[in-house]
């Protein structure tokens, strides 16, 4: 199938790792025209590199922290100035500090508030003026906006607004020919999921392995996923086959969540 992304102008935050690198990579597969950020300029230049080099896409970067309001508008519109628009918007960040309610204080809070829901309303603000007809917003979220998850509070409330963010302007945006969506990661084998998992075991004293054992479990699919398949869902959303596809969730699984919508 041919997803129409040849020359398409793509723009995805915090790529230098995990699920924002694992994306950028399959749209530059796919032909696009790539800029990408994460708050470290030697790995995200590693990261263009690395992409570059795999897909012989034209790719460029920018060192850009996403709680910086003035860096991140600026990288936006660096980027549209050059490309003469953006197409794809991607916006993403790290996960905020996990932890439970009563380990966590208010700079905690504050800290989460800027690097997971106020990254993405800025990067929408900055980025919708460059968006034409046609162009689509894809926010990444969490499992988390389903079903809290235990000791993420921080992301269980932050991701949620998120995901009313891009409902709201799924809405708002549709006359102007602007999609928007939202896509769910669950259980994704990234240094992220690692890390919480390696925290999750040594509460429990136990291995890692065997925390991942046992949450593979509770997967219908008997794994966890894979980054590369978490792209290949993110591709699909932004690209002309999912056209008539707007403020939409797709959750990337295994079948894990047990609710219904």
Known sequence: MDLGLENKRALVGAASSGLGLAVATALAAEGCRLSISSSNETRIAEAAAVISYRTNAKVTYRA????????????????????GGIDIVIPNSGGPRPGTFAELEDFDWEAGYKLTLMSAVRTARAAKPHMPPGSAMLFMTSSSVKEPIEHLVLSNVYRAGVA???????????????????????????????????????????????????????????????????????????????????????????????SVM
């Not at 850009?64 to 490309?83: H, N």
Request: glycine share 6%.
């Open 164 to 258: 009313s963010l891009a409902k709201t302007l799924s809405r708002e945006w549709a006359h102007q020919g602007i999609r928007v969506n939202q896509l769910v990661p669950g259980r994704i084998s990234t240094a992220r999921v690692d890390s919480l998992d390696a925290a999750v075991a040594a509460v429990q004293g136990i291995t890692r392995q065997e925390v991942q054992s046992r949450l593979a479990t509770a997967i219908p699919l008997g794994r966890y996923g894979t980054a590369d398949e978490f792209a290949s869902a993110a591709v699909f959303l932004v690209s002309q086959a999912a056209a008539y596809i707007t403020g939409a969730t797709l959750v990337v699984d295994g079948g894990a969540l047990r």
């Open 64 to 83: 850009c922290d996403a709680r910086d309001p003035v860096a991140l508008a600026d990288w936006i519109d660096e980027t549209a100035e050059r490309e």
